[in-house]
């Protein structure tokens, strides 16, 4: 696996605007229990302060959510663990600097996500801009400056999921095992130890993991491959371990466990709530406007260019067939996913540890893309579209409902333009919008650069305003559902979870609560916005 000697400008300024954006914001929600997040942080927390496994001392503390397994009486994370060892340095120090206070719990989740999500983002950008950076230079700046700037990854970075962290070691798993130089002992043994720790950070990572294995056998041969299932053995058999200490055996997950109803009616359906691959499935996951990869990221259509170069990378057949099939196979497992929207987040976040992946034949074909004027302007006009879809969400609020079409103009922009709802920050308020906003300008002005290499001031100002067209269009013309259950969705963003001003939207909705659930529904919000400590 090699690293580019010498990165380009561009992606170098681009990952500086990202750290920035890492280190300025802080996602922290007091009134959002975010269970994807509190899920892990708050095991961190409990082995920091406990020594213990389990979570129930910290739902006590600071509050119930739904992703939670039970086994022998006590509460779990219904996660997989993989992601427990970054979150322990932040977990400690939150510890020394607010143990025994509600800060404990910002200071571990904020601190835990820059070292467990943040970091590994970063490598992945880097990786990616090292891996097919010979054969492809432009094309390769242009997939890492949109896969840094322009992709929901950038939006998993600045939160505690462990989609940035499985999607960091796959690829770098895939370089180990598929670059130029055969692997040797101790690169084979180090690719199996990365797939098995993705396998335990997020658990359908097992299915791509499994297709980078298998197609770089024959490269192996007997005893790499030996060496490459040795290396996987020991993050799995953390894994084991884990499972037997909290779960009673070592070949049980905490998805067997659910303690929440939906969850465990869902989870005894297929394997895990996975069944058979489906059309509908497939078609949101890929272009659905709430969650569809090429809605969220369509600059990956240019992986579809025509390419005719000679020196495609990598030069074995095996390691071209993984970049495709790898993604291909968790595409059709987790069509079959009957909640394969994901919940609340920003894009189609099963699919992001794939990203990277695709990011390859992305460059190459943004390569021969970007050798013409009109490869240039479409690579423009897809790359923005990307950045416009995700960063109004992480200026706002960074968990559009799965049922908000194109969220940055039907949630983020109404947050943002009739309350100034913007995400929480070290900065005081008044600084942050101002310097998103200079942050947003330096990354469309990278992403611009970065997909019109060599163009003339005037070709690149055409693409600029060609690429607002869609925008602006989007913006005037698309607007937020009209569904009793998106109101509501909206009202509480509003209201609760982000507490802007002026309150009131919940009381606005009593003339469309029409049935006794409604109302019930409005009533129980209205009482948690304004319970005392709220």
């Known amino acids: 696996m090699r690293v580019a000697a010498r990165l380009s400008p561009v992606v170098v300024l681009a990952l500086g605007v990202t750290t920035i954006l890492q280190l300025v914001l802080v996602n922290y929600w007091p009134r959002f229990e975010s269970p994807n997040e509190r899920a892990r942080v708050y095991q961190a927390i409990a082995v920091a302060d406990r020594g213990a496994l389990d979570i ?44 025994g206070s509600e800060a404990e719990l910002a200071w571990a989740l904020v601190l835990g996500r820059l070292l467990a999500c943040s970091l590994p983002f970063a490598i992945a950008v880097l990786l990616l801009a090292g891996g097919p950076a ?36 796959l690829l ?21 130890v990365l797939l098995g720790w993705a396998v335990t950070a997020e658990y359908p990572a097992a299915v791509p993991a499994i297709v980078i294995a298998v197609t770089a056998l024959p490269r192996l041969g007997g005893r790499g491959a030996l060496r490459l299932a040795l290396g996987a053995a020991l993050p799995l058999g953390l894994l084991a371990g884990y499972n037997a200490e909290c779960f009673g055996s070592p070949f049980t997950l905490s998805s067997a466990h659910e303690a929440h109803g939906a969850y465990a009616e869902l989870a005894a359906r297929g394997a895990f709530g996975i ?18 990869l090429l809605v969220w990221m ?55 540890m794939v990203l990277p992946l695709l990011a390859v034949p992305l460059a190459r074909g943004a390569e021969a893309a970007l050798a013409r004027p009109a490869g240039r302007l479409l690579a ?16 706002t609020f960074p968990f559009p409902p799965e049922d908000y079409p194109l969220p940055a103009f039907t949630l983020a922009w109404p947050l943002l333009r009739e ?18 906003a200079v942050l947003a300008i330096v990354a469309a002005a990278l992403l611009a650069a970065a997909a019109t290499p060599g163009a003339r001031a005037r070709e690149r100002a055409s693409a600029v305003l060609l ?54 529904r409005l009533d129980g919000w209205i009482a948690a916005r304004d319970a005392p400590g709220r």
């Open 419 to 436: 309350s100034g709802t913007t995400v929480p920050s070290w900065l005081p308020d008044g600084v942050v919008l101002p310097l998103l």
């Open 380 to 395: 423009t006009v897809i790359a923005a579209w990307g950045a416009v879809m995700v960063w109004p969400c992480l200026a």
């Open 275 to 292: 069944g058979a691959p489906s059309l509908a499935g497939l078609v949101e996951l890929l272009v659905s406007p709430a969650r569809g």
């Open 56 to 99: 129930d001392v910290e739902i006590a503390r600071f509050g119930a959510m739904e992703d939670v397994a039970s086994a022998g009486g006590r509460a779990f994370p219904n996660k997989a663990p993989g992601m427990l060892p970054l979150l322990l340095p932040g977990a400690l120090v939150a510890r020394l600097a607010a143990g």
């Open 172 to 192: 770098a798993a895939f370089l180990v095992l598929h670059d130029e130089a055969r692997p040797g002992p101790g690169a084979a043994l180090g690719a199996g």
């Open 467 to 520: 690429a607002a067209v869609p925008i602006v269009l989007a913006a005037a013309l698309v607007r937020p559902p009209a569904s009793w259950q998106a109101a509501l969705e909206r009202a509480v963003i509003h209201d609760v979870y982000t507490a802007s001003t002026p309150p009131g939207e919940l009381e606005a909705l009593r003339p469309r609560a029409d049935t006794d659930a409604r109302r019930a």
């Open 298 to 352: 369509p600059a990956l259509a240019l992986a579809l260019w025509p390419a005719h170069r000679h020196d495609r990378w990598p030069r074995h057949a095996g390691g071209r067939l993984a970049l495709w099939l790898a993604p291909a196979a968790l595409l059709v497992v987790m069509s079959g996913y009957a909640n394969r929207h994901g919940g609340w987040f920003p894009g189609p976040r099963y699919l992001l």
């Open 134 to 169: 010979r054969p492809y230079p432009r094309g390769t700046t242009f997939a890492a400056v949109a896969l840094a700037l322009g992709s929901p990854l950038l939006a998993a970075s600045l939160l505690a999921f462990s989609h940035a962290l499985a999607a960091c070691l």
